[in-house]
């Protein structure tokens, strides 16, 4: 009898333990099933590289809003990672431990605030602010969600990512390496800079291929800031379309094609994640080994 | 006149050779300096200023009428929104702990090390937690809504949010089964315990901070959550039923803001949300504190 119920409940773990493997395979099947056929009956290239999105003409090119997803996400790196990454380093290398008691809980709610709540802050905050500079310096803007805005807004969104994978990596070098540093007469700045943070260099790289992924997917602060017109623009004081935002806007009342060809946009944007997950943990093996 | 030249242009050399490099390399060491700690202000900064600007223009809006039991056009409460995310928590919680716990007993307790299942399924746990809520949005309206003909409902919001927090509770409860030290479990196997009760008696309480703390966080991400939420459970504005359509209070302030009319009863909305964000972490984090004091 006991051994029974030992035999069985090890079934019911074994059993638990698929459950993601069984949600991975449903998620890919179900997205790839129902985005492919659109896919081709738009046509791979027409779908991929047309530069018009006209539902109403059964126009289907995505093409503005991939480079809009790619714009936004670049803009976010730049400002994101290296205040991210200054910050992580102040956080392992100069932080006293009374004040990091205090600054790394921070750090966790950073990422905890909802990004509607971001988005909800862009809107009020960012984009006006954005307008009112480039007004001051003469541009002819009439809104201030711009690409701009919303490089800012999920800049601050990824650096609790940034910050966190970068501090683990400095924090796992070992220390032998600054103390040699610091005892041929380098500084404490020169220390970190020429030594811990290159020892330090594929975490750092995961921590930011990871805010890639972070921002490439965040949906919600991204329509509150970017404008969302699905157009290729090269100003930066231009509103444009992510594929995230594609999918929510139009996705309440689209039909037939146009719903099929939303769903093949959440097609693309997975293979950009899978695409990106699989550098992540290629870099994160290669830091381990 | 020669002798003075010479002196001036070896003074000139002592300094260029001493000094002018120490200054340089001091310089560049202030200026990195300087980039740190101006770095870790901005970012600190910008936390305060977002947490101090919602709440100080949200704090005034926050009307008892607020708070009505119904929603309409007139008054748009936000109770009805306070009540489906409570529901859609438990729902999702009901649906996820158990899996995830049981994911991480398995992986962690029965499994053997190197087995080619557990590094399938820690490859499939690292791409789920990459997914962006859009996608899991997607799946939940083909599969849920669509497929099994559930329509917009909030089990089939709780069934997508479930599988999106399955990877966060299964890596704390993992790291918190792990971190149960394997004299525990020998001591349990020599008074002739058996696995099961060893599991159920002994790991998993000594391992309950841990799963707890990341429980609370899985809470805080179900709260936040719109993007999956939208195509699954929908935006009614009621109390609703197991297949009926209802709003959490993240798409209530999306809907707000996005009408663009309530714009104050937006910023009221932000900061309920945030309040229970930062409590759900200063929770968490107090529960982490009391497994380290252990």
């Given at each position: 009898m006991k051994n029974l119920l030992e035999k069985v409940m090890h079934g019911v773990f074994f059993v638990c333990a698929l459950a993601s493997i069984l949600a991975v395979a449903l998620i890919c099947v179900f997205l790839f099933a129902n985005g492919i056929p659109a896919i081709r009956e738009i046509g791979?290239?027409?779908?991929?590289?047309?530069?018009?999105?006209?539902?109403?003409?059964?126009?289907?090119?995505?093409?503005?809003?991939?480079?809009?997803?790619?714009?936004i996400t670049a803009g976010a790196i730049i400002i994101g990672v290296p205040i991210g990454l200054l910050t992580a380093i102040f956080m392992a290398f100069y932080c006293p431990k009374r004040i990091y008691g205090v600054l790394k809980p921070c750090t966790e709610l950073l990422a905890g605030i909802p990004s509607i709540v971001y988005g909800f802050f862009g809107m009020v905050v960012i984009a006006p602010v954005v307008l009112d500079v480039a007004k001051f310096f003469g541009a002819k803007i009439s809104s201030g969600s711009t690409i701009l805005s919303a490089s800012i807004l999920l800049g601050i969104m990824i650096l609790p990512t940034i910050i966190g994978v970068s501090e683990a990596a400095l924090r796992a070098v070992p220390n032998a390496y600054y103390e040699g540093a610091v005892a041929m007469g380098a500084t404490h700045e020169r220390a970190i800079f020429s030594v811990m943070l290159p020892a330090a260099k594929s975490g750092v790289l995961a921590g930011i291929v990871l805010g890639i992924g972070r921002a490439i997917g965040e949906t919600m602060a991204v329509i509150m800031v970017a404008g969302n017109q699905p157009r290729l623009t090269g100003s930066l004081l231009k509103g444009i379309r992510t594929m995230t935002a594609n999918i929510v806007i139009e996705m309440g009342y689209a039909t037939g094609l146009h719903r099929e060809a939303l769903i093949a946009t959440g097609v693309v944007l997975f293979v950009f994640i899978l695409l990106i997950n699989l550098t992540f943990s290629v870099l994160k093996r290669r830091k381990d080994a | 006149m020669t002798t003075e030249a010479t002196s001036a242009a070896k003074k000139a050399v002592v300094q260029t050779s001493q000094k002018q490099p120490r200054v340089y390399g001091r310089g560049k060491a202030r200026l990195q300096k300087g980039l740190v700690y101006g770095a870790a202000v901005l970012t600190f900064a910008v936390l305060l200023f977002l947490i101090a600007y919602i709440l100080i223009n949200g704090v005034p809006h926050?009307?008892?009428?607020?708070?009505?039991?119904?929603?309409?056009?007139?008054?748009?409460?936000?109770?009805?929104a306070i009540l489906t995310t409570v529901e859609m928590t438990l729902l999702a919680l009901v649906l996820a702990v158990p899996l995830g716990l049981f994911t991480a007993v398995y992986l962690n307790e029965y499994a053997s090390r190197g087995n080619k299942l557990v590094n399938i399924i820690r490859i499939t746990t690292e791409t789920l937690s990459g997914i962006p809520s859009i996608v899991y949005g997607l799946f939940g309206m083909l599969f849920f809504v669509t497929q099994l003909h559930w329509g917009?409902?909030?089990?089939?919001?709780?069934?997508?949010?479930?599988?999106?927090?399955?990877?966060?509770i299964m890596r704390t409860a993992e790291e918190a089964l792990i971190s149960v030290p394997d004299t525990f479990r020998?001591?349990?196997?020599?008074?002739?315990?058996?696995?099961?009760?060893?599991?159920?008696?002994?790991?998993?309480?000594?391992?309950?901070?841990?799963?707890?703390?990341?429980?609370?966080?899985?809470?805080?991400?179900?709260?936040?959550?719109?993007?999956?939420?939208?195509?699954?459970?929908?935006?009614m504005a009621q109390i609703p039923g197991l297949f009926q359509s209802g709003r959490t209070l993240a798409i209530h302030m999306y809907v707000l803001s996005g009408?663009?009319?309530?714009?104050?009863?937006?910023?009221?909305?932000?900061?309920?949300?945030?309040?229970?964000?930062?409590?759900?972490?200063?929770?968490s984090a107090l529960v982490a504190k009391k497994l380290t004091k252990k």
């Open positions: 791979v290239l027409d779908f991929l590289t047309g530069t018009t999105w006209k539902p109403g003409n059964d126009v289907y090119g995505i093409l503005p809003m991939i480079v809009g997803s790619i714009y | 926050l009307k008892p009428s607020l708070f009505e039991w119904t929603y309409n056009s007139d008054n748009v409460s936000m109770m009805p917009y409902s909030l089990l089939a919001g709780a069934m997508t949010l479930a599988i999106m927090i399955l990877p966060l020998e001591g349990s196997f020599g008074l002739g315990a058996g696995r099961l009760r060893t599991v159920f008696r002994i790991v998993l309480p000594s391992a309950m901070p841990g799963i707890l703390s990341g429980i609370i966080l899985a809470i805080g991400r179900i709260v936040g959550e719109t993007a999956a939420l939208i195509f699954t459970a929908g935006t009408e663009g009319l309530h714009m104050n009863e937006a910023y009221a909305t932000a900061v309920v949300l945030l309040v229970v964000v930062l409590l759900m972490n200063a929770l």
